[in-house]
C-alpha cells in the first residue's frame, strides 16, 4: 500500500529580492510625496475657507482685510490678500485666486500643484 512516491520540485512562488526593494521604495516614494502633499491639500482647504470669510465683505479693500486675517489665525502663507480677484457680480462679492505650489522630488524635478478656487 505505501508506495513510494517521487519528490516532485514545484514551482517556487513569491516575490524576489529585487522585488521586494522595488516595491519598498516605491512605498517610501509614496509616503514621501504624500507626506507633504497632506499640508498643501489643507491649506487650500483654509484659503477657501478664508475667501469664503471675505467675500462677505463689500469692497475690495475689505475683502482683502478680512482674508488676511483669516490668514493670519490659520497660518496661511502661500496667498495674501493682495494676490485675490476680488471682484462684483451685482450685489454679490466674488473672491478668486490662482496659485502654484511645488515638492521638489530629485534634482531638477518638482511636483507642482496649480489650485484655482472662487466663491459662489
Not at 47 to 75: H, L, Q, Y
Not at 93 to 105: C, D, F, K, P
Amino acid at each position: 500500500m505505501n508506495a513510494q512516491r517521487t519528490p516532485r520540485r514545484s514551482r517556487q512562488r513569491g516575490l524576489s529580492f529585487i522585488g521586494v526593494i522595488f516595491i519598498g521604495l516605491m512605498a517610501v516614494a509614496a509616503f514621501a510625496i504624500g507626506g507633504q502633499s497632506i499640508p498643501i491639500w489643507l491649506e487650500y482647504q483654509a484659503i477657501t475657507k478664508a475667501m469664503n470669510k471675505a467675500k462677505i465683505e463689500s469692497t475690495v479693500p475689505g475683502a482683502r482685510a478680512a482674508f488676511d486675517r483669516a490668514a493670519a489665525i490659520d497660518n496661511i502663507s502661500s496667498v495674501k490678500g493682495q494676490d485675490l480677484e476680488v471682484t462684483k457680480r451685482g450685489d454679490k462679492v466674488v473672491v478668486s485666486v490662482n496659485y502654484a505650489r511645488e515638492i521638489a522630488l530629485a534634482g531638477p524635478a518638482y511636483l507642482v500643484y496649480r489650485f484655482q478656487a472662487q466663491t459662489d
